[in-house]
Structures are given as structure tokens and as C-alpha cells.
């Protein structure tokens, strides 16, 4: 029996390994290098489009247990990212080229998964997971709209990336925040007049339009460009990508009034990203703006910062808590178009599809992921019919249901949530999926 996967994205990839591993033939259905989405460009399998982060690795974060959840589950993207990961603090950050490249790879030599180029433009007979991005072609989504009646939108955005060498690494600090998880960020730290020189450019800096939109404002919180989140007032960036607590310059001694973060972008550290500076001003201004950051002056931009419409479906109306298509029989979605926001949790989500489609292929009850999990969590957040105002969801603690006891101080309560979801997903692990 053969199932189709369309999409080798994050989630798509993810869904075609659980399915192969539980002994179905799957073809995988991807559209590049023949065409490319508005904001791809390497043809790899599970390109990373934004950050590079994959966000924090500490179990006591949502972030963290939420890959906790999915190694105990095997998933193929944390593997990779295992191999291929860069310096971050306390964060999970890859070198993107080699995490797709290790990915496509790992795709490539698995015999049960056959890889089909070429764009899908119309919905899938038979056993299938859509997991097509947000980003899906426009005539695979016109056929989606057809089948479930409209299709919602949002704008995200992506930072810039600038060379290594141009970095002025004299009037800049490499630390993390408090000292914590080494010194893996490059800082470029602001005086008071620095700051609101910089802030006054950006506000007034001109943006590139946005075509085909016409709800003004819809922005993604998660992705808000830098520009959007400054007009909210002069200390928005402070308290934002540009906050400068736990930091201390060692040119002054004293923590800076504001400072801006540089991420490494490779293992070779030849580039870096400004973290949390998504953008759609027009590159010029770009360049013009952001090199009023201390030790910026001369960047090299070798990536500039862009903007683009995700799609997502209206998942609480469409989607059972397996991620299943209400009234069909065995047709799946995945990925970013369910409105399960982020990398991590675009690729749970392929993992959950996966193992409820293989589970009804072989006439079992799709499994159950507990609603304390992050992974059971998002898929009852997407599936909540409840949810009248839908909009994409990342992992967060206020997913999850509260512990049965008080528990004093955010990071321990953090902790004992993380504790009882890996207890009871094991439990769930070892019996049924």
C-alpha cells in the first residue's frame, strides 16, 4: 500500500519516516527545484525559510519539551539538527544548508520512500497528508479552498543575514544573557542617544508593499517586523530584540541601554543573523538602518530581510484532534497550514499525522496524545471547535492543563509540567504508539 505525502517540508518529511517505519511505501511529493515558493531557495527537503533557531532546549521552556516529546518519539528533523547544530546559549540553532542537506539525505536513503518532483495542483485521492506549508502552490490551494471552504492568511517575516568579516568585533561583545550557556551571541551595544537615533530612522524608514493583502495589520506575533513592533512606542525594542538585561559591556562596565544580538547563521561562523530584526523595510533601507547599529557600520548583507503571506486552513472547523480532514476517510494535514506555528511544532505535527494515518491503515484507533503533552496540546488546540476566533498557535505552558497542586515559582512549575508530560507520553509511547 502506498500513501502520498505532499510537501518535504519540516512536517511532510516527518509524517514519510513515521509511515516508512511502520512498513508503508510513501511517495513524497515535492515541488522543488522545479518551482519555488516566494520565499524558498535551496531545493534541500525541510528548508528552514526564517530564523535558524529552533528555539530554547531547556525542558523547563515549552520549546524544549516539546523536542523532548518528539526524540521519544524518533523524530528525523531533531537528529538532524542534533548533527548540524550551532552555537546558541541555551537555544537549539542549525546550520541551515547542512540541516537540509542532512534531512534530504536521511529521505533519500530510505527505501520505502520514493520522492516525486514536480508541483501537486489539485487535492489527493486516497491515503494522503497535505503538508504543503504555508506557502502552498496556488492551485493546490484553490483546491483546498474548494474542498474546505476557504482558506485564512497572515503575514510573517524573516531577519537579515550579514558576513562574519564585516562585523566591527572591536566595538561589539560576545556573552549570553546572565552569563548563562557561554558566550554564543555577538552584541552590539546602544547608548541612549545611539538608540533613539536608531529607533527615530527605523519608524520613519520606508517598507516595501504588500501585494495581494487587504487586511492591513495581520501580522504574526511571533514573526512581527521590526519596524511593526517600534511603532507601539520608543521602548517597545527594549523591552523586545533589542532588550538589554542580563548584559554587561565590558567597554563601560555598566549594562547597555539597549543592544541587539547576532546568532550565528553556519558552523563555519561566517555569517550571522540579527536575532528578532524580521523586517519588510525595503532592502536600501535595510542596509541604511541597520547599519546604525554599534559595529554595523559597514555590514555586508548577504541576505536581506523579506516578508511573505502564509496560508493556514480554519483546522477547529476541518480537523479531528488526529489531524484527519473531518468526513473523509484517510486524508491527513500537517505542517504549518494547520495553524501549529513554528518549526518544532510543524514537524510534532507530522509526527502525530503519521502515526494516526498508519494507526487507521492497519484498522487500529489512531493514538491519543495525553492533552498534558505540548504534542496532545496543539492538536487540541487546532481541533477545538470552540476556538471561533482561529489564529496559529506555538507551543506555551498555557497549553497545558494546570498541575493538581500549587507549585510556588514559574520555572519550577515549568519544570514539574515538563516531568509529568514526558511521564505520561512515555506511558502512552510503551503501550500504544
Known sequence: MTVTVIGAGLAGVEAACVLSGKGFRVELCEMKPQKFSPAHKYAGFAELV?????????????????????????????????????????????????????????????????????????????????????????????????????????????????????????????????????ADYVNCPLNKDEYEAFYNALITAETAPLHDFDAAGAFYEGCMPVEVLAKRGSDSLRFGCMKPVGLTDPRTGRRPYANVQLRKENAAGSMYNLVGFQTNLKFGEQKRVFRMITGLENADFVRCGVMHRNTFIDSPRLLDGSFMLRGSENVFFAGQITGAEGYMESAASGIAAGLALAARLRGETPPAFPKTTMTGALAGYISDESNKNFQPMGANMGLLPPLDRAVKGKRERYAQLAERALADLSFETGRTL
Open 50 to 182: 526564517c530564523s535558524n533557531s529552533l528555539k530554547s532546549d531547556r525542558l523547563s521552556s515549552a520549546a524544549g519539551l516539546l523536542k523532548a516529546e518528539m526524540r521519544l518519539l524518533g523524530s528525523v528533523t531533531l537528529e538532524a539538527a542534533r548533527l548540524t547544530r550551532v552555537e546558541a546559549g541555551g537555544a537549539l540553532a542549525v546550520d541551515r544548508t547542512a540541516f537540509s542537506d542532512a534531512v534530504t539525505e536521511r529521505i533519500e536513503a530510505d527505501s520505502n520512500i520514493k520522492v516525486t518532483r514536480g508541483e501537486i495542483t489539485d487535492f489527493p485521492p486516497g491515503n494522503a497528508v497535505i503538508a504543503t506549508g504555508p506557502l502552498t502552490g496556488d492551485s493546490l490551494a484553490e483546491a483546498i479552498k474548494r474542498r474546505c471552504g476557504g482558506l485564512l492568511s497572515f503575514y510573517d517575516a524573516a531577519a537579515p543575514v550579514i558576513t562574519a568579516q564585516s562585523i566591527d568585533f572591536e566595538r561589539t561583545f560576545f556573552a549570553s544573557r546572565y552569563g548563562n550557556d557561554g
